[in-house]
T-cell receptor, first 111, second 116 residues
Framework: LAKTTQPISMDSYEGQEVNITCSHNNIATNDYITWYQQFPSQGPRFIIQGYKTKVTNEVASLFIPADRKSSTLSLPRVSLSDTAVYYC????????????FGAGTRLAVHP | EAQVTQNPRYLITVTGKKLTVTCSQN?????MSWYRQDPGLGLRQIYY???????DKGDVPEGYKVSRKEKRNFPLILESPSPNQTSLYFC???????????????FGPGTRLTVT
């Protein structure tokens, strides 16, 4: 099963773009990459998911290079409310399977 | 309102006293899962269920049991809790797995368990 590696923490300022990279060297052909956001004392919340190239929704973009061994979550123009832990997750589309979360990246956005 | 509920939200118990944490979802989801979260370790999957009567082990199943007798409920059972099971527990559900990848997981509010 593919494991993921993320930076432990990052700091940014309001209005900046933040890019968080996740490494998943052993990703399998059927694996999708998903990102979740978690605020203190709350359950994680889905942000975005992709398989290859680029995916964009109203809150974030996800960049996946051709070899799929890493992915980058991009948060445009962050605000203080984006301070949270961000998890990269790799999961199999082929059927039901274990889900493995990375250790998470603690993002702190400063005024 | 679509949601995942867990009970209790907080529980303090003693070593060896059997306990059950309930999880229920009202979205008719097929897939349900339990996670524990510990400082510095992120979220680790305990058990998951693909549908009624179908369960399988996640990464850290030791000391836990689950059952899925109804689609909406997925209780987590600790037969003989120990202090190393002190943790924050989350239940999650998702519609199913599909050709477009795993569906979004919806997480419950969490249950903070302390075993003394």
């Amino acid at each position: 099963l593919a494991k993921t590696t993320q930076p432990i923490s990052m700091d940014s300022y309001e209005g900046q773009e933040v890019n968080i990279t996740c490494s998943h060297n052993n990703i399998a052909t059927n694996d999708y990459i998903t990102w979740y956001q978690q605020f203190p004392s709350q359950g994680p919340r889905f942000i975005i998911q992709g398989y290859k190239t680029k995916v964009t929704n109203e809150v974030a973009s996800l960049f996946i290079p051709a070899d799929r061994k890493s992915s980058t979550l991009s948060l445009p123009r962050v605000s203080l409310s984006d301070t949270a832990v961000y998890y990269c997750l790799v999961g199999d589309i082929g059927g039901y399977n274990k889900l493995i979360f990375g250790a998470g990246t603690r993002l702190a956005v400063h005024p | 309102e679509a949601q995942v509920t867990q009970n209790p939200r907080y529980l303090i118990t003693v070593t060896g006293k059997k306990l059950t944490v309930t999880c229920s979802q009202n979205m008719n989801h097929e897939y349900m899962s339990w996670y524990r979260q510990d400082p510095g370790l992120g979220l680790r999957q305990i058990y998951y269920s693909m549908n009624v009567e179908v369960t399988d082990k996640g990464d850290v199943p030791e000391g836990y049991k689950v059952s899925r007798k109804e689609k909406r409920n997925f209780p987590l059972i600790l037969e003989s809790p120990s202090p190393n099971q002190t943790s924050l527990y989350f239940c999650a559900s998702s519609l199913r797995w599909g050709r477009e990848g795993p569906y979004e997981q919806y997480f419950g509010p969490g249950t903070r368990l302390t075993v003394t």
